[in-house]
Every structure is written in structure tokens, then in C-alpha cells.
């Protein structure tokens, strides 16, 4: 399978504790993206990088929450002291930003949920 | 502030019948529009897509439309089969290739054999 892998599927955790995140993008891909997804509402962006250079972060990410893609390969996505408004879907995309389009892969996600 | 609008939370539509999704946006800048399908349990595929220098795309029976003066886009399913039935979300993103992608809040289509 060469699509995007999130790690783990699922994460239940207490509020208060630190949980991470992996991504493996699909390999020829320099662009990688992390989007948060909510009940009732479509992805909302939260930071993107190209190769190991984060570019670009939104607002909605707090400084308890931090991402790197040390060798421009797999990303991990750490948030820190979780709150109960931190549950949601965590999704990872790809693109290899050769075409003009932003046609972005997305994986299966990482379902958190902070008790 | 939602720049990305999908005002149509549910759609059913009868299998072989055309299947209708549509979408507002506010922001000018906005230079490439995307539709993605999600399945339960599944990230979200992209499906179609289409630059503001267009106001058609048909990818099989898949077509996207764009009225940028109505700042508006609508994709159409013919013939809409049961496997269609997901939810749809609308995208817009900016020039270049590389930015972000704002989502619409989604549409669940049902397709009933």
C-alpha cells in the first residue's frame, strides 16, 4: 500500500497527558499537511510543511501543540497537556506540488479522544 | 468566519437520477476549487477539480461547475449510484499549488437503489 499511513488509528487518553502522532506520507511526496476534523464539520488546517521547512501554521494551533518532519520524510504531530476540546480526527495529506492543482492524499486519520 | 459554504447538510437522490452538490465561497483569492468524497472510517479522496480559469469540468460522470461572478460551484453526479453515497466536501484553495485547503462543512448524499 503506498498511500498515506497515520499511526495510531485510535488514541484515547486523559486530560492533562501528552499524546503523539505519526504520518508517513506517500514517498515521492514533499508537501505534507495536518488537518484537524471535528463532528459536523469539514477539515480545518492546522500546519504544512515542504520537505522539513514548516511554512505555514494556523492560528487554531496553540503553542501546546508542535509538529516536525525532521528529514522531510515522516511528520509527528505532539499535543501536549490535552484538554477535552482537543478531541477530534487528525488527519495527515500528502501532495508532490508538481501540478498547479493543491490535489492533496489524506490518510485514514488519528481519531483522539481526551476523557 | 466560514469562507467555504455547503448550505445542503443531506441529499437523497434516486439511483440513476443526477445528483446535485453545492457550494459558496467568500474569498476572492481563492484560485483552484476541489470536491472530496469521505467515507465513514476513511480520510477524505479527492474526486474532481477545477481552476478559476474554467467554468467546466467533466471527469466520467463526475462534472464540476464554476460561476466565479456568483462565486459558486456545483458538482454533478449522473448517473448517481448507490456507491456514491458518502459525504462530499467542498474545497477552495489559493494560487500556486502549494497552500492550504479551506473545507465546506460537507454533504451527505444517499443514493437509494
Known amino acids: 500500500d503506498t498511500g498515506v499511513s497515520q499511526n495510531p488509528r485510535h488514541k484515547i487518553t486523559k486530560r492533562g497527558q501528552n499524546v503523539t502522532f505519526r504520518c508517513d506520507p506517500i514517498s515521492e511526496h514533499n508537501r505534507l499537511y495536518w488537518y484537524r476534523q471535528t463532528l459536523g464539520q469539514g477539515p480545518e488546517f492546522l500546519t504544512y510543511?515542504?520537505?522539513?521547512?514548516?511554512?505555514?501554521k494556523s492560528r487554531l494551533l496553540s503553542d501546546r501543540f508542535s509538529a516536525e518532519r525532521p528529514k522531510g520524510s515522516f511528520s509527528t504531530l505532539e499535543i501536549q497537556r490535552t484538554e477535552q476540546g482537543d478531541s477530534a480526527m487528525y488527519l495527515c495529506?500528502?501532495?508532490?506540488?508538481?501540478?498547479?492543482?493543491?490535489?492533496?492524499?489524506f490518510g485514514p486519520g488519528t481519531r483522539l479522544t481526551v476523557l | 468566519d466560514q469562507q467555504v459554504k455547503q448550505n445542503s447538510p443531506s441529499l437523497s437522490v434516486q439511483e440513476g437520477r443526477i445528483s446535485i452538490l453545492n457550494c459558496d465561497y467568500t474569498n476572492s483569492m481563492f484560485d483552484y476549487f476541489l470536491w472530496y468524497k469521505k467515507y465513514p472510517a476513511e480520510g477524505p479522496t479527492f474526486l474532481i477539480s477545477i481552476s478559476s480559469i474554467k467554468d467546466k469540468n467533466e471527469d466520467g460522470r463526475f462534472t464540476v461547475f464554476l460561476n466565479k461572478s456568483a462565486k459558486h460551484l456545483s458538482l454533478h453526479i449522473v448517473p448517481s449510484q448507490p456507491g456514491d453515497s458518502a459525504v462530499y466536501f467542498c474545497a477552495a484553495s489559493g494560487a500556486g499549488g502549494y497552500q492550504k485547503v479551506t473545507f465546506g462543512t460537507g454533504t451527505k448524499l444517499q443514493v437509494i437503489p
Open positions: 510543511f515542504q520537505n522539513e521547512a514548516q511554512l505555514e
Open positions: 495529506a500528502s501532495s508532490s506540488g508538481t501540478s498547479g492543482i493543491n490535489e492533496q492524499f
